[in-house]
């Protein structure tokens, strides 16, 4: 009981999902300012942001519903901190590992999504449900190709549990390889998850001001900027684990850095591709996963399909 | 705003006066369905200040002051087409140097707000890296600005009769030396926009406006050059030392956003041009002569080629040392009148682009505060004249005293 | 087309122009036209002597009337500015809109800022003076001076 407390409060939960998540955002917005040309914020920016956040006056818009608009930020967190906890962060086994677990994970995911267009929609201002809408919408596009890269990698590997699914890859080092169409479109995938340049559609920031968070301020505002990073925390360390099966079988230690190292590299790539491309419209996004992720996504579960009658075990 | 039952219906959302995507505050109001456009209309006024009107109450070099104020970045522009038209009134040839250097810091003032317009359009497609990079170059020209005139805006060269500051050999030098970076840095601009694909996909396609309608509607500068339209003051009425100065006139015929950066692209590479020429063309002799300051009775039309179009000042004098009427017709109210063209049938992702590819350029307003708290039904109203002596005020609890500073200023000198 | 090639066609068209077209210089051509006149010569500049892109309308006031001149622009080369006098009581002069789209901001500015009042000229907004604006005070007039208030304007 006091493991599972300890497991959802500090490690790999909350506590350790606030100090990373800050960790995560210095490094991605350090990186994406070099990458400009620029300095850069300092170690403890997003530590002050969120100070400074909390600090301020809350000011709720007369029309938006008032429940809603203050839940929203929690249940981000929450979902996100909850799939981390069925992510193998240290070791091949996760904290609460059970089978089927993996569509546990994904699903916990995209609660996210959820929660910021009802946070926009119910602002009840014009840009916030835009940006909701949008956000929704591209949920459509990315979903799938997402889905099935992750489904690909748990076919090749016979097993619906996460943790079952690195114990596979971590024995059977040579398939990681066949899963590497799988890994680019899950990158791309993940970019509009997390609505980064060029998939900001919904925050889009020249059009509709802040989208789905135009009307949030205050220590709620600081709230949805920490599930940010948690989601990112999360996202990539799933991506970390079905992709990038290294390290372990190591002591803790090494483990842990491995683990870190991996999680710096995705999100290293995530930076590098926002500062290369301007921001696309929704029709084109959605024309772009349709057209080019999701066939590569088929692909790759149709390979996967055929290595596992091919090969043996 | 509840319109969840209606959602067949268009939604009508304003974008400005303020908004982030806008950099000077204007108005429109457009109706959505989904995300595409079905009507929009603009709403402007909101910069104004009456610099007309303060300009009969002013001497004609007290005006050209306030004049050159109309806007930061086209303020060369606007006090030269001012100079210009006085001078034609008074019957005023100006020395020859000092048609150059009007030149040269007008070219530099081109250069200047290309590079901006670059980062702007960057940022309105969500394309950041662009900005930082153009920005970073654009410090490059204001520097060269800051050495030659002791500003990075508003440059206060001009007077009327001429110039106010020379240009020493040692900066001749310092300019060459930095348009020499800021051309090898166009040309991976220019690379960059022919070949990088997002920026291909936002900006192809986008606002465009025909070449019939460019003619109706009468847009001017890098709008019109984009739909074919080869209009450029410079060339067809030739001012300053442009008359001396080879340079082509850049058009392109897709009509488009993307036209138009290329024709910004393509001028900033003339410019570049124009100053190496005019620094070994720039001939000797005065830089200014002195006019009388009662100007005759008379009227002129003056135009210049700013950078975002043609610029029309027309002035009236009645022989006093005042100006009887000034009229200023900046370049972008000639093209605002095309954005409502342009925006029709587009997304509504497209409308920071196309409102910005016009490069609009407003100047300030005055206006007022009202804040009134949903729960008391309470209404303040904060008028200037309070919130002056607030600041006052709240300088004062830091240590700073305004009375006792401006005193101390005046007995230091 | 040069300069004197357009002064000769206009004073062959409309014989009451004889000493009215002045070419100030290369570029620039006055004419002042009377009020009643004033349609015929616009649309003919306009439509036949393709004077096509209206550069600005400029409204002045001369003391004793009302100055209203449109500076029309061809092919960017030649300025022809066509001006017109309207008596100071009651200021009228017909919309061009129909034949050049663009004068819509320029008119607007000539009701709000001198009290002309332009005929046929669609519904809109003001522009360029706010909304609340009080009736009848027309800043650009030579009579009018500015008040400093201390109320403020009540509608932001």
Sequence with gaps: MLKALFHILIFPGLGFLFVFGFFVEYADRKLYARFQNRIGPPWFQPLADFIKLISKEEVIPEEADSTVFKLMPVFAITASAAAILYIPTLGERSVFAFSGDVIVVLYLLTIPTFTYFLGGWYSRSVYSMIGAVRSLTQLFAYEVPLFLCILAAALLADTWSLSGMVVFYSHHLGYWFCNIIGFGVALICLLGKLEKVPFDIPEAETEIVAGSFTEYNGKLLAFIRMSFNIEMVAGASLLAAVFLPFGLHLPAAVMFLFYLVQIIFIVAVISFLRSLFARVRLDQMINFCWKYLAPLAFLQVLFNLILKVVLPR | MHNSEHYSEDVKIPMGPQHPSLKEPESFLISLRGEKITASSVRLGYNHRGIEKACEDRTYTQGLYLIERICGICSHSHSTCFSQAVEEIAGVEIPARAKYLRTLIGELERIHSHLLWLGVAGHEIGFDTLLMYTWRDREVVMDLLAALTGNRVNYGINTIGGVRRDISSKQKEEVLKGVAILETQTKYYIDLAKNETTLLKRLQGVGVLSHEDAVRLDAVGPTARACGVKRDVRKDDPYAAYAELDFKVISVNSCDVYGRTLVRLGELMESYSLIRQIISKIPEGAIAVKLPRKIPAGQAVSRYEAPRGEDLHYVRANGTEKPDRVKVRAPTLANIQSVSKMLEDRYLADMPIVIAAIDPCFSCTDRLIAIRDSRNKEKNTVTWETIRLKGIEWYKGQGIDFKSLNKKLTESF | ?156
Aim: glycine share 6%; with cysteine.
């Design chain 3, 1 to 156: 087309m040069n300069e004197e090639n357009i002064k000769q066609e206009l004073e062959n068209k409309f014989s009451y122009l004889k000493d009215a077209v002045i070419i100030k210089r290369k570029g620039r051509i006055f004419v002042a036209v009377e009020l009643d006149k004033f349609d015929e010569v616009f649309a003919y500049a306009v439509k036949q002597m393709r004077f096509l892109a209206l550069s600005a309308i400029t409204g002045l006031d001369r003391g004793d009337a009302f100055e209203v001149i449109y500076h029309l622009n061809q092919e960017g080369r030649i300025l022809l500015n066509l001006s017109v006098s309207l008596n100071r009581e009651n200021p009228q002069i017909n919309s061009v809109c129909p034949i050049c789209p663009s004068a819509d901001l320029y008119e607007r500015e000539l009701e709000d800022l001198l009290g002309i009042k332009v005929n046929g000229l669609a519904a809109g907004h003001r522009y360029p003076l706010t909304d609340d604006w009080p009736q009848g005070e027309y800043p650009l007039r030579k009579d009018w001076k500015a008040k400093i208030s201390n109320q403020g304007v009540q509608n932001a």
